[in-house]
Each structure stands twice: as C-alpha cells, then as structure tokens.
Nanobody
Framework: QVQLVESGGGLVQPGGSLRLSCAAS????????MGWYRQAPGKQRELVAA???????NYADSAKGRFTISINNAQNTMYLQMNSLKPEDTAVYYC??????????????WGQGTQVTVSR
C-alpha cells in the first residue's frame, strides 16, 4: 500500500513561484507512475504533469515551460516546481500514484490535496 503526504501550497501573486511536495510511503509492491493533478472550482480534475516508470515527464499544455516535475528516488518524494504562476493556476493540487501489488494488481492513490491560490 501507499500513503501520500502533500505540502507546499499557499497564496502567491501572479508571476510568483511555488514548489509542491508529495512524500510517498510504500510498504510493498512498486510505483509505476507519479504525477500531479489539479481541480479548480466548478471544473473537472485535470492532469498537470506526470512521470512514468521510464522517467520521461509529460506536461499539460498549460504547464509546459512553467512547471517542472521531478522525483527524489532516495526520499520517495515528488516535486512540482511552479514558476510564472497565473490566476488560472488557482486550484487544489493532488499528487497521484499508480501502484502495482506484487501480484500486479493496480491501485490508484491520491494525496489529500493542497490549495494553490494565485491572486493579488
């Protein structure tokens, strides 16, 4: 099983930066994909960025050139560095993990969510 703990959200002015963290505790099995999603009020949850088992990052068009996803494997921690933030980036951000049991049964895990507000 997997436990996820997020941190790093907050209030920032347009053009500012924030770094989100997601610490994963894995008791057994393996993690295949780690990523960040966000959900703004009245909107569906959407993918922001993800890294597959091969280490290749994928970004939503809205995040390209501004956000960077990274993983510290030694600490089982994923980060999302967000620069040049815009008001439309305001949302609750969730970390997401695709985990496979030793018998290759898939489970999706979600963090508790962290609020990011971009406003003057």
């Amino acid at each position: 099983q997997v436990q996820l703990v997020e941190s790093g959200g907050g209030l920032v002015q347009p053009g500012g930066s924030l770094r989100l963290s997601c610490a994963a505790s894995v008791s057994r099995g393996s993690i295949d994909v780690m990523g960040w999603y966000r959900q703004a009020p009245g909107k569906q949850r959407e993918l922001v960025a993800a890294i597959t088992g091969g280490g290749r990052p994928n970004y939503a068009d809205s995040a390209k050139g501004r956000f960077t996803i990274s993983i510290n494997n030694a600490q089982n921690t994923m980060y999302l560095q967000m620069n040049s933030l815009k008001p439309e980036d305001t949302a609750v951000y969730y970390c997401h993990v695709v985990w496979f049991s030793p018998s290759w049964s898939r489970t999706d895990y979600w963090g508790q969510g962290t609020q990011v507000t971009v406003s003057r």
